[in-house]
């Protein structure tokens, strides 16, 4: 499966930004879509994911209550939506892939799961 990830930039500080993660070759019907950010000098972390139809969501304790996911089926694409955004949150923001429904979080959000990734999208929250 290939991903195209976009919808990065620059943002102030309390804004929003909705991440776009589409998806070419396959359904995503199966697969689990995560979010993962690398900033510089830190390891990937995931930050949410979003499984099968969307029943199964989770999202980091980072992250809880400004960041969620959604899909789009008829469009193949997942997004994640991040609102009161902060410096800490800038980093550069992956979508990856795996063809796999976890229940677990503990699977969900390990990048180790995964084994198709995007590009990246950078995200850069500064006033």
């Known amino acids: 499966v290939q991903l195209q990830a976009s919808g990065g930039g620059l943002v102030q500080p309390g804004g929003s930004l909705r991440l776009s993660c589409e998806a070419s070759g396959v359904s995503l019907d199966h697969y689990t879509i995560g979010w993962f950010r690398q900033a510089p000098g830190k390891e990937r972390e995931g930050v949410a994911c979003?499984?099968?139809?969307?029943?199964?969501?989770y999202v980091a304790d980072s992250v809880t209550g400004r960041f969620s996911s959604s899909r789009d089926n008829t469009k193949n694409t997942v997004y994640l939506q991040m609102n009161s955004l902060e410096p800490e949150d800038t980093a550069v923001y992956y979508c990856?892939?795996?063809?796999?429904?976890?229940?677990?979080?503990?699977?969900?959000?390990?990048?180790?799961?995964?084994?198709?990734w995007g590009q990246g999208t950078l995200v850069t929250v500064s006033s």
């Open positions: 990856a892939a795996r063809r796999a429904i976890w229940s677990s979080s503990t699977y969900c959000l390990n990048s180790g799961s995964y084994d198709s």
């Open positions: 979003i499984g099968g139809p969307g029943r199964i969501r």
